[in-house]
Every structure is written in structure tokens, then in C-alpha cells.
């Protein structure tokens, strides 16, 4: 029998190896919090929620109580993060149950509780994210193969694809993805879950790809019935336990949708924080008024990409419209996390741009020099595999890589001025949300000079193997 393994196999299985030993090797860096009372960081985070939704009765895992203080890390995410959490509590307390001890846990540090800890994390990665970049690429390289041969019939052998993508480039992009240091760091060194989200989402997006956007779009009413009623009933689902009081079911929205919050925190490399710097938005304007004006102009930023999908649909602007519309979020929404960047860096690995933005993330935790060894490892792989990239790309990205390197250099050992102790941060923020700015237009404009006949999403037909 003949078992022979393709290059571009081993490559896959090299690749995924190699991101599994690099997450590995960043768990045994420091997280976030690590031994900083009172309130330690997102690892004691993750942790005091899986301590609440294993001690606490479902309606109370949002509400403000005598065993359930909101001012320390109350639960905020939607219910499949607390169930979730739910699962790694109930794994926890087989192994400990210490870990998860109501009041007495708060803060609770040990190496077998961190070990834990950061297998969690890594289950997700193996069993979740990985799979969802692999089947995404070989989906991709299906669908260009189909639309090839397609081509060829009509021959239309000038036309272009979207994919056109050889298995061995296809190869090389998942190892890329695997090693992207945005994930592996935040994940496997800061300690956040995000790779589970990601991986739905990535999941969904292959979803639509292979059933061909422009089908879903027009197959007519009663299969829009069908998909409407599949997500109806899984939201009753997820949201069912939390419905039998409309005083709980509103707290737990009001815990989703935190408007006093106000319009950001930190220093969040969107709009309203580099603009805040000229004026004060959240002092002049009331959080409700904050609210309207996000819903405005979020909704005016995504309206070009998402009517020109509507409207001539095309998997090129698929792809892009993901980009697009997370852009969006990200750069107008209201009290938008920073690590909601994540949405767009992983269908485009903004590398150049992107990572700048983490680098007071990563010097907080301890993690600046991996991060840049990681870094560079990335841009080896990723400058040998575009050597046929033109000239005025190459040179940006070099300017762009210089530029942070500057700025990793002030930003670790200048010291700010005493008046302004947040001025490095910030000004971090305002260098990247230009060119986030500057990244949304490029892709819109890119998507809407696309024309529809370009790979008309409605003509893919994509066989099952």
C-alpha cells in the first residue's frame, strides 16, 4: 500500500510541532498579574470566573452580591465564556479544589494551578484554532481548484481567482498563521482565551466560503427560514437559563454592554482615544450621547463594504468585507476591547502594523524580548516566502519595521516625562490607529474595485470529496 506523505504535508505537520513548542515555551513566561495583588491581572480573571460559575447558581454569575463582588473581575463575556469557564472550573477542582474555593481562592497562585492554567489554554489552541486554520486553507485551495477547472471550461484562462493558491504556498500560510505572535503571545503569555472565539469564527468564515456566500444570499425564502430558525434556537438555547427573571436577563445585557464604562479604557488604538487627544470626548460628551455617535459612525463605516458585498457578491469581497467590517468595529464601536484587533490580524496578519500596538501589553507582562524573538522568526519565514512582493511594498515594510524598532527602543528605555506618565502608551496608540485608519481605506477601496464577474461567488460550486 502506498502511504508516501507530500512535502506539503510534512511542512503542515512540521509547522503545527514547531506552534504547538513555541506556545509551550511561552507559557513559561510571566502572565498577566503574575504575584500583583490586589487585583493580579486577566490570568486571576479567567480564574475567579471559573471559581463564580462553579459555586454559583446560574442566575446569579452576573449579579452584584454578597458572594459575587462585580468590582473584582466580575463576569462580563457572554454565557458560552462562562460556560466555558463552567467546564475548566469543574476539570479544575478534580484536580484541586482549592483552585476554584469560593473567597478563599481570590489570588490564588501555585505551579500546579498555573500548569493547569496554561494546558487549558493550549486544549483550545490543539483541538480548536489549529484545526479551524488547517480545514480554512485546504477549504480555500479546494475552491480555487474548483474554480480553475471551471475557468478552463469557459476558457477564460486570463481571468484571475481568489485562490490561487499552490498546496505548498497554501502549505507555508498555515505555518504562518500557527506562528502568528499575536495569538501565541496573548494567549499563551498574557493568558487570555481568544483562541477559542477565533476559532468559531475562523470555523464560520470557512462555513460560508464553502457554501458559497452568493447561495446563501439567494437561495430563497424558505432556506433563509431555515438558517434563521437554527440561529434562533441556539440562542434560546445559550441565553434559556438566564430568562426566567427579565431583572436578571437585563443585568446580564447591562454586564455585555457596559455604557458607564465610558467610550474606551486604557489606551485602545482607536478613533475615539487618538481624537480624544484634541478633544475630550469623555468629559464633554455623556456616556449615552458617546453611545450614539459609536452606533453612527460604526454603522456609516460599514455601510459601503457590506451593501457592495450585498450587491455584487464575490468571494474575493468576502474575504475582504471580513476585513473591512471588523476594521470598523474596532475603529468606531463603543468601549471596544484592544485585543478585538485579533479579528482582523488573523485573516490579514497585519504583522508590520499590528504587533507595535501590543508592545505595552507585552512589556507590562514581561514578555518584550520573546515577543520580538518570535517576531522575528515570523518575518524570516514571511520575507523568504514574498521575495516577489514589488519594490514600494518591500520598502514599506521596512520603514514600518524600523519605525518600531525605534519605538521599542524609546518605549523601553526612555523614561516619559512625570507630568505625562502614559505618553508612551498613547502615543503607541495614535501610531497604530493611523495606520488602521489608513488599512481600512486601502481594503475598502480594494473591495469595491473589484467587479462582480471577478470570481462570481454565485457560479463556485464546490464538490464534496
Known amino acids: 500500500m502506498n502511504c508516501k506523505i507530500s512535502c506539503e504535508t510534512w511542512l503542515v505537520i512540521f509547522g503545527t510541532l514547531l506552534a504547538i513548542l513555541l506556545r509551550c515555551c511561552t507559557s513559561l513566561h510571566p502572565y498577566s498579574g503574575e504575584a500583583t495583588p490586589p487585583m493580579y491581572g486577566d490570568y486571576e480573571a479567567q480564574r475567579h470566573w471559573m471559581e463564580v460559575t462553579t459555586n454559583l447558581p446560574t442566575n446569579q454569575w452576573y449579579v452584584n452580591t454578597s458572594d459575587n463582588d462585580l468590582n473584582y473581575w466580575g463576569l462580563d463575556y457572554p454565557p458560552m465564556t462562562a460556560y466555558h469557564m463552567y467546564l475548566c472550573g469543574r476539570a479544575a477542582n478534580l484536580i484541586n479544589e482549592n483552585f476554584t474555593k469560593l473567597h478563599d481562592s481570590r489570588g490564588y497562585e501555585s505551579d500546579t494551578h498555573k500548569v493547569f492554567m496554561r494546558y487549558t489554554v493550549l486544549i483550545g489552541d490543539v483541538f480548536l484554532f489549529i484545526p479551524a486554520i488547517i480545514l480554512y486553507y485546504q477549504t480555500t485551495v479546494k475552491i480555487g481548484k474548483t474554480q480553475d477547472n471551471e475557468i478552463k471550461k469557459k476558457k477564460q484562462k486570463s481571468s484571475k481567482t481568489l485562490n490561487e493558491i499552490k498546496p505548498m504556498n497554501a502549505s507555508l500560510s498555515i505555518v504562518l498563521a500557527l506562528l502568528y505572535p499575536g495569538i501565541i503571545l496573548i494567549d499563551h503569555g498574557h493568558f487570555q482565551y481568544n483562541c477559542i472565539s477565533l476559532a468559531f469564527a475562523i470555523f464560520a468564515t470557512t462555513l460560508r466560503v464553502y457554501l458559497s456566500l452568493g447561495k446563501v444570499l439567494f437561495w430563497g425564502i424558505l432556506r433563509l427560514m431555515k438558517i434563521g430558525t437554527t440561529v434562533i434556537v441556539m440562542f434560546m438555547i445559550i441565553w434559556y437559563p438566564f430568562t426566567f427573571d427579565l431583572d436578571d436577563f437585563e443585568l446580564v445585557l447591562l454586564r455585555q454592554f457596559p455604557i458607564a464604562r465610558g467610550v474606551f479604557e486604557d489606551k485602545v488604538a482607536n478613533i475615539w482615544c487618538a481624537l480624544n487627544v484634541v478633544f475630550k470626548f469623555k468629559t464633554t460628551l455623556d456616556n449615552y450621547q458617546m453611545m ?34 471588523s476594521l470598523a468595529f474596532f475603529l468606531f464601536s463603543f468601549q471596544v476591547h484592544e485585543k478585538t484587533i485579533l479579528l482582523v490580524a488573523i485573516p490579514v496578519l497585519i504583522i508590520s502594523i499590528e504587533h507595535a500596538y501590543r508592545s505595552s501589553l507585552n512589556t507590562q507582562d514581561g514578555l518584550a524580548e520573546y515577543y520580538r524573538s518570535l517576531l522575528a522568526t515570523l518575518l524570516d519565514i514571511e520575507y523568504k516566502k514574498a521575495t516577489q512582493l514589488d519594490i514600494l511594498k518591500m520598502t514599506y515594510q ?27 502608551p498613547l502615543l503607541i496608540s495614535v501610531y497604530a490607529c493611523v495606520h488602521f485608519v489608513g488599512f481600512f481605506v486601502y481594503f475598502n477601496v480594494k473591495q469595491l474595485r473589484i467587479p462582480q464577474q471577478f470570481e462570481d461567488i454565485k457560479n463556485v460550486k464546490v464538490k464534496s470529496s
Open 292 to 325: 450614539r455617535i459609536c452606533l453612527f459612525t460604526t454603522l456609516s463605516a460599514l455601510f459601503p463594504s457590506s451593501v457592495d458585498l450585498f450587491l455584487r457578491p464575490n468571494l474575493r469581497k468576502f474575504v475582504l468585507s471580513l476585513i473591512n467590517s
Open 398 to 424: 521596512q520603514v514600518i519595521k524600523n519605525s518600531d524598532a525605534l519605538k521599542t527602543l524609546i518605549f523601553h528605555f526612555a523614561i516619559p516625562p512625570t507630568r505625562y506618565p502614559d505618553l508612551y
